[in-house]
């Protein structure tokens, strides 16, 4: 029988870790501590002057991993996955609550309930198939984040329908950045960049400049772009880390919630900037089941963020 499934680069655990390069340059007064860590799926590293930093980023980042990891069956996630209906934490609550906020702003573009699909194309368990359109239509019906229903006074959340599930892996890393990030403030250190593979935050500066980031493009021979940040996000969601080829065509970890399908909006990568993690991620991944031009109109109605797009049609052009 002919190879079915091909390129898909890696496991889950490492696959995002080349999205975002970060750039340790200019002269340096004073020696900066680094530490790296796989956590979340990907390599963390946290550069820092103070070097109490990478403890404490490390120490919240493990915190929500345990919280809200899909791989985790003791996870809050899991046990309201499991169960359909269960009272979480504030801060699960509180991403629920944001991807429901984000998933209406997107048009349902980003939408955690697209869980059971991205276990039928066998995203989860790394067994790809393409599933028949049947079934594909059947799944749809457990898709939309107006079918969770919040209850802000005890914090339980309930699926409307059985078989519903929800899936973090698009917002979850933007979140623990940001709680890091808290975190590092509340104890007075003020200079800080943490890289989770395709998300980085920059707290404060570097010795008084930006810090400064670079954003490797997924083109081979393409230059790599730099951008700075402080106090700032960076996201990129892309096409090309975790994906499967079958019959010359590339099926990607990203799901159109309309579709059921891999997004196919004519994108290899998005990058966007914003002041917090969780809006760059939320808006990256929404981004690239859009594709430019409705991403863009998106984008604008966010003024505080920044947008770079790598098309297809571009990169076949070099
Ligand atoms: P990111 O790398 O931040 O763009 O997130 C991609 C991950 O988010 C996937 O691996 C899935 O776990 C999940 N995901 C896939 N499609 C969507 C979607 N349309 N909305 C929200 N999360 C998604
Ligand atoms: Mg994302």
Redesign the pocket.
């Known amino acids: 029988m002919k190879e079915l499934f091909s390129n898909y680069r890696g496991n889950k655990e490492l696959a995002?870790a080349s999205l975002i390069l970060v750039m340790i340059c200019g002269c340096q007064q004073r020696p900066l501590y680094k530490d790296t860590r796989v956590l979340m799926g990907t390599f963390v590293e946290v550069i820092s002057p103070d070097k109490r930093a990478s403890k404490i980023a490390f120490d919240e980042i493990q915190k929500i991993e345990n919280l809200l990891s899909k791989y985790k069956p003791d996870s809050e996630v899991s046990k309201l996955n499991a169960l359909g209906e269960s009272k979480v934490s504030p801060e699960i609550f509180f991403i629920i609550k944001k991807s429901k906020e984000f998933s209406e702003a997107s048009g349902g573009?980003?939408?955690?309930t697209?869980a059971p699909l991205?276990d039928l194309w066998g995203?989860t368990d790394r067994k790809f198939k393409i599933p028949q359109d049947d079934e594909i239509k059947e799944t749809l019906k457990l898709v939309g984040s107006e079918k969770i229903v919040l209850n802000d006074n005890d914090n339980v959340v309930k699926f409307s329908f059985p078989g519903m599930k929800i899936?973090l892996?698009?917002i979850a890393k933007g979140y623990a950045l940001d709680c890091a990030a808290k975190k590092l403030k509340n104890a007075g250190i003020k200079s800080c960049l943490i890289n989770a593979g395709?998300q980085v935050y920059a707290l404060g500066d570097k010795f008084g400049a930006p810090w400064r980031i670079g954003i490797k493009n997924p083109r081979r021979d393409a230059p790599t772009e730099f951008i700075t940040l402080e106090n700032q996000s960076a996201?990129t969601?892309g096409n090309y880390e975790?994906f499967f080829v079958k019959d010359g065509m590339r099926y990607a970890?990203?799901?159109?919630?309309k579709t059921g399908s891999p997004a196919k909006a004519g994108l290899i990568s998005v990058t966007v900037t914003a002041p917090e993690g969780l809006t760059a991620?939320t808006l990256?991944?929404a981004i690239?089941?859009l594709g430019k031009e409705k991403g863009e109109a998106l984008a604008k109605n966010f003024p505080q963020i920044k947008l770079m797009v790598v098309e297809e049609k571009k990169a076949k052009r070099q």
Do not use: E, L, N
């Open positions: 995002t573009a980003f939408d955690i697209v991205v995203f899936d892996g698009g395709g996201s969601s975790q970890h990203i799901i159109d919630p991620d990256s991944t690239f089941v």
